[in-house]
C-alpha cells in the first residue's frame, strides 16, 4: 500500500509560479514512476508530467517548457515546478504512484490563476 500527499497549492497570478510536492509513504519504491494530473471542472482527468524511476520524464503539450518535475528518493518525494502559469491551469492537481500495474492516487491540490 502506498499513501501520497499533495502539498503547495493556492491562488497565484498569471504569469507567476507555483512548487507542488508529493510525499510518499508506505511500500513505495525509488523505481516506481509516479506522475501529476490535474482535473479542471467539468473536465477529465489528464496527466501533465509523469517520471520513472531513473530520472526520465514526459509532459502534456499543454504545460511543455512551463513545468518541471522531479523527484527526491532520499525524501520519497516527487515535485512539480509551475513556471509561467496560465488561467487554464486551474485545477486540482493529483500526485500518482505507479507500483506493480496498480496506480495509486492523493487526494489532490488546488491550484487557481486568477488575477
Known amino acids: 500500500q502506498v499513501q501520497l500527499v499533495e502539498s503547495g497549492g493556492g491562488l497565484v497570478q498569471p504569469g507567476g509560479s507555483l512548487r507542488l510536492s508529493c510525499a510518499a509513504s508506505?511500500?513505495?519504491?525509488?523505481?516506481?514512476?509516479m506522475g501529476w494530473s490535474r482535473q479542471a471542472p467539468g473536465k477529465e482527468r489528464e496527466l501533465v508530467a509523469r517520471?520513472?524511476?531513473?530520472?526520465?520524464?514526459n509532459y502534456a503539450d499543454s504545460v511543455k517548457g512551463r513545468f518541471t518535475i522531479s523527484r527526491d528518493n532520499t525524501k520519497n518525494t516527487v515535485y512539480l515546478q509551475m513556471d509561467s502559469l496560465k488561467p487554464e491551469d486551474t485545477a486540482v492537481y493529483y500526485c500518482s504512484a505507479y507500483q506493480f500495474g496498480i496506480a495509486y492516487w492523493g487526494k489532490g491540490t488546488l491550484v487557481t490563476v486568477s488575477s
Open positions: 517520471i520513472t524511476g531513473g530520472g526520465g520524464t
Open positions: 508506505g511500500r513505495i519504491l525509488s523505481r516506481n514512476d
